[in-house]
């Protein structure tokens, strides 16, 4: 049966990577555009070998049967991991091909830095670079991010962009065929398998529809308030910035084509502007259908996951102020307060803070106040997703009510339009206190081992920020990611940001398959 499985399993993943070669082309034509021939090859020859391997394994199992329920989450996590082991290849072939002074003309007039393209000549910063724009993590082996050229820095984005609304949905919306279960099962394990429509493949399209035209609002809104803000800003690098900041902004990705992300256009008013794409970039993918197509505006208030978030962007923008108003260590802390919790909870990961000089009380609130908890289940962000956060809390306080009724009564819970019984209640309960166990057991274990291959100067609550930056997705860092760090800590955060994309249960289902097989004995 084992073998069966891998069959199954690679043939869907023979056809998934044939997808990414496509997707490598897009970058090759932006590479066109901007006169970048070696980045030009560099995607072309990549896009060739993946397709081209792809499609190879695709045809020797191409009689395999159909997917089974237990085949969904090994195909979701091998695929994603594939996928981002072939994403890196167009940066290694690249870093390797591209002449030391062609890498040198990328380099901003005026700066003298070695091109950040060197450093993807190493293989696992090429995984690591892929790892964290597929997953819209947002850590970089880029130091200087605009010295890589403006191809690569496309690539960046538009991985993120493809990556926050899953590109297993993303070939669900695009292919012509294959059964309505295999296709749910498929669907399932990636996302959150809520349905807009009846066929799986509608609702795909219907995601991914709404997920453009929130981005094509974004990118005029950017490029109008940037034109507003900063006048004399050059037009051409402004629609440049605002295509791939509305990319990765929406995606909950946080790449940047800047030096220092946001802060790099040394405009309050812009760190601003850029509010409203992280926030965007929060709310599920659902509700941008149900107010796009069904004319839902009252969703604003009614979904329960946007309402809350909401509220969360209020006070745990004023909070995180007041904590680095009273430590001292930050000059303006509201400004750095509200766009940090807000770049924080979305999993967004956009910087204009230090936060490596923050006080331990900063520290631990934005981790376990903003990046644990992340945005909305059903979008593109990380963390354990606002949803389980509020029911949570409306199930712990339904269990004590509970204990005050007489053992007869049926104490219902009504909870994002649903009403409850008892069983569904525990069982959902149960269902996200495993999953919440699982994320912080990872999330604690991880930073335990990072804690012996990091330099001196950072401390644990350093390690502990920078393993739930990449576990949650939220790029947010303190400055232990960057090419030199070690190769055992660079290992973990990429497992990380892969476990933390896929909500650890398809990685959990990868390595029980891996060990056990589809189907093991049970004593």
Known sequence: MKNKSFQIIFKEIGNLTSLLGYILIVPAIVGILYSEWYSVVGFISAAFITFGLGKSVYFVFKEAFEPQYMHGYVIAALAWLIMTAMGGLPLFIISHITPMEVMQSFIPA?????????YFQHPVHCLFESMSAFTTTGLTMAVHEPSVGKT???YRSF????????????ALALIKQGSGRSLKLLYRSESTGINLR???MDTARAIW?????????????????TWIILPDYPLADNIFDAVNHAMSGLSSGGFSTLDDSIAGYNSETMEYLHLLPMIFGSFSLPFYFRIFYKGRISELWRDVQTRSLLWCFLWGSIALSLLLMYSGAVPEPFREGIFQYISAISTTGWQTSDIHGWDNKSFLFIIFGAMFIGGAWGGTVGGIKIYRAVFIQKGIRWQIKRSFVSSNTIRTLKFDG??????????????AAIFIILFFLILMGSTFVSTFFIPENFTFFDALFESAAAQSTAGLSVGITEPGMNPIVEIIYIFQMWAGRLEIFPVLALFRFAFLGANPKVN
């Not at 962009?161 to 949905?169: E, H, K, L, S």
């Not at 569904?424 to 149960?430: C, M, P, S, T």
Request: proline fraction near 2%; aromatic fraction near 12%.
């Open 209 to 225: 529809k709404s997920y453009a035209i929130i981005t094509g609002i974004t990118v005029l809104y950017l490029i109008a308030g």
């Open 418 to 431: 649903r009403t409850m019984l008892p069983d569904e209640i525990n069982a959902e309960l149960a269902s």
């Open 159 to 170: 991985a993120q962009w493809i990556g926050g609304a899953g590109f297993i949905v993303m």
């Open 110 to 118: 005026g700066f003298n830095y070695s091109s950040s393209l060197l």
């Open 152 to 154: 690569v820095l496309f």
């Open 198 to 200: 009846t066929k799986v």
